[in-house]
């Protein structure tokens, strides 16, 4: 096994990074505007001290950690694509996209928390818990792919379903990390980087209802919960 880097550390490091964001964002909720411009601001905190991570995750180590191939090109994802005539049809499609994304509004411990922990109590229970989170992201990503989808979305809903795709894999490599914890702790990292690019692109199509004047009932309105730092 790789050698690894003090635990207090890693710990530090990490905490240094998720402490920015523990913030809930909304998808139907209609003023998204400051939300957004506090996401790149995490965004770009997350960039600042992903060198720190690097370094934290790798020092010490005999060798780098080598990571699956992350699938960039989201542009050849086959949908059925629609021309919304009303906004009826318009609402079909963010019920289907709320009903697929449901598991994401529950209150829950973050992944990285869950891989952090199964490393420091060598806690296989933890594992599982990752498990369950994947299979949550590869659900979803599956319905979403069989979602018909309107035209004026269809980029932004093709890169929901490639990040949760990338998530999924990510978290694959994240329940190696009592065999294998350099690459759990490096998957981590990548993780960050994943999940806010996932929540940027919500952002942009619930800023699409806005454009299109939609204004979803309270009972039809979905709150993703985002906690990087429990």
Do not use: C
């Not at 989201?74 to 906004?87: G, K, N, R, V």
């Amino acid at each position: 096994m790789a050698k690894l880097p003090s635990k207090k550390i890693i710990r530090l490091t990490i905490f240094l990074v998720i402490l920015v964001i523990g913030v809930f964002w909304y998808l139907g909720y209609q003023n998204q505007r400051a939300e957004s411009q506090k996401l790149e601001l995490y965004r770009q905190q997350i960039l600042n001290r992903q060198k720190n991570l690097e370094t934290a995750v790798l020092s010490g180590s005999d060798g780098q950690a080598t990571l699956p191939a992350l699938v960039t090109d989201w542009s050849t994802i086959e949908l059925t694509l629609i021309e919304p005539t009303d906004t009826e049809a318009l609402m079909t499609y963010g019920r289907g996209l709320t009903g697929a994304l449901k598991p994401f509004s529950l209150k829950r411990k973050s992944e990285i928390k869950l891989a952090l922990d199964a490393l420091d109590g060598n806690d296989p229970t933890k594992i599982k818990e990752l498990v369950t989170a994947r299979l949550n992201h590869e659900i979803a990503a599956a319905t979403l792919r069989h979602l018909p989808v309107p035209e004026a979305v269809a980029d932004w809903h093709r890169q929901l379903i490639n990040s949760l795709e990338n998530s999924a894999l990510l978290i694959g490599q994240m329940e190696k990390i009592l065999t294998e914890p350099v690459i759990g702790l490096a998957a981590g990292q990548v993780f960050l980087r994943e999940n806010v690019f996932f929540y940027q692109t919500i952002d942009k199509i619930n800023d699409y209802f806005r454009r299109q004047g939609i204004d979803f009932p309270d009972n039809e309105k979905l709150e993703l919960y985002v906690n990087f730092n429990q």
